[in-house]
């Protein structure tokens, strides 16, 4: 009999402490849950509307998907935080550790972040697209791909170049393509004793040849300098941009060979030599 007295004694107490710490927490783990639960709702809420808001933007699709899941995660981590402050959880230390943590990771990682932070900037301003022609970091190249982290160029002698979109962001940036128009320039010497306005009219009539010359606004050649061995005449045409080097190419070849005909003579350098008896 003192053993069963023992035993309903020792349920007594278990049944006491359960109901006591049940009526003190029991509430609380409900309402935990309860956020939690609604919490998780209105996060898969704001990351729709995140990537829906992107999507309307035309942000790259890569970009969108990260920052969807970057959004998420980092409001699932408040609400957990949240929830197991309620239950009672003391959440100071473990949110000083995770803070050194983050630090840690992040000077660890400070090249990296910096070049996502460029992608970010690139991808939202849109400096350059994807097929344009542009030089930046010493090198130059058709824009391939735009990633977070790097920039994927092709060269003309189609090399493959990949630019951190750190150093990308931060530097200037020459884009060829943004424009509809560019102008062509020379600089064609002739020598000294032939007649200007002949050379003028050769180099015109050479220009009025090709079509793909723009008349508005219309060519330009003038004296650009008096050098030790040629007159330089300056020449300027205004061309659609994919007709740059095309016009280009094409007059420099046209004007070494028809230069001879029109009486106009390429000086090269020349020494006079004076010896005395």
Known sequence: MEDISNLTNVTGSWLQTIE????????????????????????????????????KSKIE???????????????????IISVLGMIGIQMTSFIAILGAAGLAVGMALSGTLQNFAGGVMILLFKPFK????????????VVKEIHVFVTVLTTPDNKTILVPNGSLSNGSITNFSTQPKRRVDWTFGIGYG????????????????????????????????????????????????????GVFFDLNEKYYKNAGKAGVHIPFPQLDVHLDK
Do not use: C
């Open 20 to 55: 006591k710490y049940g009526s003190e927490y029991g509430l609380r783990l409900l309402g935990a849950l309860f956020v939690l639960v609604i919490g998780l709702w209105i996060i898969r809420l704001l990351t729709k509307g995140v990537h829906s808001l992107m999507d």
């Open 61 to 79: 699709p890569s970009l969108n998907t990260f920052v969807k899941s970057l959004v998420g995660i980092l409001l699932k981590i408040l609400l």
């Open 130 to 141: 994807v097929g344009d022609f542009v030089e930046a970091q010493g090198h130059s190249g």
């Open 194 to 245: 032939d007649d200007f306005d002949k050379a003028k009219t050769f180099i015109l009539g050479l220009v009025s040849e090709d079509k793909r010359i723009l008349t508005d606004p219309e060519p330009f050649v003038g004296l650009a300098q008096l050098a030790d061995s040629s007159v330089n005449l300056a020449v300027r045409v205004w061309v659609n941009a994919a007709d740059f080097w």
